[in-house]
C-alpha cells in the first residue's frame, strides 16, 4: 500500500490546475481564492502575469501569506490573499504554484469605473457610448451589479430585467452609437454599479462601452452644510516699465513675420490646388462648426467623410447656405456655415474634406467621452484617468485648450506644471506603478473650470495615447453664503502712476502694433493679390502641406 501511494505521489505531484473568473472595478477589493495544496517542502506563491511581461510575486505561504515586493501596502493579512483597492494594473492571470507547476490560476478583469452622484427625483441619464458606424451590432445590455436591467436589439426589441421600470435607451442608438440609459425619475434603489456591453453577430464576446462602468450614487435631498475654507488673499500686484518695452518688442517681433507668413500662404494658394490639413478633438455631445465652411463662396462646394468610402455631409446651394445630407438633418440646420448642434460619437475618427472650387482642406476629428468632475471652490477634486503601464509607458501628461496642465516624465521622475497651475495640480501616488493618471486639483478656482485632456507617451516622447476616461469636464461652483468663512479681503494700496501709466502703456502697444502691421500689409500687398479669404488660424509650414491648428 505505502509503495502504490509513492507512486501515486511521484506520479501526480500536483493536482492539475484549475481556473477562475473574476471581474472587479477600479477601487474595489478583490478576493483571490488560494486553496494550499502543495506537498511538503515545497513552497507555495502567488504570480501575477501580464501579457507581454514577466511574472510578478504577489505573495508567498511561510505559514502565513506574506507579501511579495509593491504588495506590502495592499495585501490584508489575515490568512487569504486579498488585494485592497483595484487599479487597472491589477489586471492579468494570477497563478498559485507548488514549486515550479501551476496548481490554480484566476484571471482577473478590473474595469475603470466613473461616480456619477445625482439627486432623488430627478432624471439622470447613465452615459455609455460605442462606435456603432460600421459595426454589425445585434443588441445592446445594461447591468446593474451584474443583474440584468434592460437589453434593446437592433430591430427594437426590448428585454427587461429588475428595477427596469420607465427605463429607456434612445431608439435611434445604433445611428447615433449613443447607448446612454435613461431613467426619468432617479429613485434611492437605483444606486449601484451600472455596466454597459454590445454585442455584434459573429463575435462570441461582447465588447464594452465607453465609459465601461458607471457608479451610480443617489444621494437624498437633506442639505449638507460644511464650512468652507477659502484660498489664502491675493498678493497686491507690483508694477514696472519691463513688461511694458517686453510686450511691445514681443509683439513688434510676432505680428511681423506673421503678416509676411499669411501673404506668402495667399500667393502660394493663389497658384491653384492646394490641400491642407488639420486635427480637431471634441467632447461627445460638444456644438462644433467646421472652419473655412462660411467663407467658401463656390456654389458647388461641398464637405464629405470618408467612413471608409465617401459619404457627403452637406453642400452648398445656390442660396449659399449649407443644406445637410440624409443622415445629419436632425443636427445640421441649414445655415451660411456647417454647424453641429451636438456631436455624437460616431463623427469620430473620420477625415472630413471640405472642397471649395480647386482647394480642398482635410481635417481628422476625434470625438472622445468625458468624465464629469464638480467641485466648490476651495475644494480639492480628482480628475480620473487610467492608463494599464509598463516599461514602455514613459510619461503621462494633461492638457487644457491644448496648453499644458501638467506632465510627469516617469523615466526621470521629473514633473513640470502649466502657466496658473504651479502649486494647484500634482499627480496620484504611485502613479506608473498603479496605472492611476489621475490628476489632483487643489484650491479650486472658478478659472479651473474646463475640459481636461488626459495622454500618455508610450515608446518616448513621439507616440502618445489617450488614458481612459480620455477626458475630464470640470464644473467649479461657489459655496453658499451662509456655508462660507469669507477671507479677509486684500485691498492693495493705490499708485497714481500706476493708474496714470496705463492707458499710456496700452497706446503704446496698439501704436507699435498697428504700425508694423500696416507696413507689412503694404508690402504684401505689394507682392501678391489674394482671392481666398480666410479664417484666423496658427499656420506651420511644413513643405506642401500646411498643418492648421485650429483654437476653440
Sequence with gaps: MDLLLCSFILLFPVIPASGNFIQKFTGDTVHIPVETRCAARQTTRLLHVRKGASAHLVATLDGVWKPGPGYEDRLDRNGSVVLKSANINDNGVYELTCGDNVVAHTQLSVRVLIELPVPEGKPVKVPCFFVTAGEPVEYVQWEKDGKLVLRMTDSGGITRGAESEGVSVSP????????????PRVRLTHSGVYTCTVHTRGEEKTKRGNPEAVKLNVTQRTANLHVHTPPPPTQCPTWTWTPVIITAAVTSFIVAPSAILVFWFLKKRSSGFYS???????????????????????????????????????????????????????????????????????????????????????????VVVAAEAAAKQGETVKLKCHYSTDEHVKAARWERNKELVFEQDFSTGQSKSGSGFQGNVSPSPSAHRHGDMSLIVKQVRPEDAGDYFCYVYVNGHTHRERGNPAAARLTVTEPSPDQTTTAPRTVCPTHPEVQALSPWTSALIVAVTVIVGLSAFYLGRKCCRSRVSTQSMGLTDVGDWTSIEIAF
Aim: glycine fraction near 8%.
Design 172 to 183: 435611434d442608438w445604433i445611428r447615433l452609437g449613443d447607448l446612454s440609459l435613461i431613467i
Design 276 to 366: 491642407n490639413s488639420g486635427y480637431i478633438q471634441l467632447i461627445v455631445g460638444d456644438p462644433f462648426t467646421f472652419p473655412f465652411t462660411e467663407n467658401c463662396t463656390d456654389k458647388s462646394a461641398k464637405l464629405s467623410v470618408s467612413e471608409p468610402y465617401e459619404k457627403q455631409v452637406a453642400v452648398r446651394d445656390e442660396q449659399g447656405l449649407w443644406r445637410p445630407a440624409e443622415g445629419y438633418r436632425d443636427r445640421i440646420p441649414p445655415n451660411t456655415s456647417v454647424h453641429f448642434n451636438h456631436t455624437v460619437i460616431n463623427d469620430g475618427g473620420k477625415d472630413y474634406s471640405l472642397t471649395c472650387g480647386s482647394d480642398v482642406i482635410i481635417i481628422h476629428m476625434d
